[in-house]
């Protein structure tokens, strides 16, 4: 079974900075390209940046561009999310979410909390 788990959420202060990670489980992660996704309170899913298998290509929403870097270490299963210059409307729910086929992603996590408050 595919299994996508996000940790490394809290609460943190404007202007500081948190790492995600997401451990993956499941399929050859290697094979995928990987997605983070979050939901603010009251608002749809924003897609947020992406990575392909390789690590060659990174693309991110232009309201993180600059402040975050996506990453993976193929070798671990594990896929990153380096957040920094936090700032409150970065607050959501932050997902992990695999690249599909026929679709834009297939497989979500459960989501680690990111709180930017002062």
């Known amino acids: 079974q595919v299994q996508l788990v996000e940790s490394g959420g809290g609460l943190v202060q404007p202007g500081g900075s948190l790492r995600l990670s997401c451990a993956a489980s499941g399929f050859t992660f290697s094979n995928y390209y990987m997605n983070w996704v979050r939901q603010a309170p009251g608002k749809g899913p924003e897609w947020v940046s992406r990575?392909?298998?390789?690590?060659?290509?990174?693309r991110y929403a232009d309201s993180v561009k600059g402040r975050f870097t996506i990453s993976r270490d193929n070798a671990k299963n594990t896929l990153f999310l380096q957040m920094n210059s936090l700032k409150p409307e970065d607050t959501a729910l932050y997902y992990c979410a695999r690249g599909g086929q026929g679709s834009e992603y297939d497989y979500w996590g459960q989501g680690t909390q990111v709180t930017v408050s002062s």
């Open positions: 990575i392909n298998t390789v690590s060659s290509t990174t």
